[in-house]
């Protein structure tokens, strides 16, 4: 299984950004879908999941009723949408795509969020 990210950038506080993941392979055998983020210093955290036929989602506190994510089941691609973005959303954010028994990681991109 193959994860390829897009859709980083720079933006100032309040404004939108959406990532998208690609995933390429076994994909047949997934089960689930996460966006995971790593700020300078800090532990990598994850701020969203969902099953992999999008029938349950979780949002950590700190993005709830701001993030979305969401799947392409046509495509094999999920992605992140992010509204109201705040400094605290700064970091480099990865894909991350579990199966049986593995799971895989994007390369991550690198969000910037400046006041």
């Known amino acids: 299984v193959t994860l390829v990210e897009s859709g980083g950038g720079s933006v100032h506080v309040g404004a939108s950004l959406r990532l998208s993941c690609a995933v390429s392979g076994r994909t047949d055998i997934a089960y689930l879908a996460a966006w995971f983020r790593q700020a300078p210093g800090k532990e990598r955290e994850q701020v969203a999941r969902?099953?992999?036929?999008?029938?349950?989602?979780y949002y950590s506190d700190s993005v709830k009723g701001r993030f979305t994510i969401s799947k392409d089941n046509a495509k094999d691609t999920f992605d992140l949408q992010m509204d109201d973005l705040k400094p605290e959303d700064t970091a480099v954010y990865y894909c991350n795509v579990h199966t049986v028994p593995h799971e895989y990681w994007g390369q991550g991109t690198q969000v910037t969020v400046s006041s």
């Open positions: 969902m099953t992999w036929n999008g029938s349950a989602k």
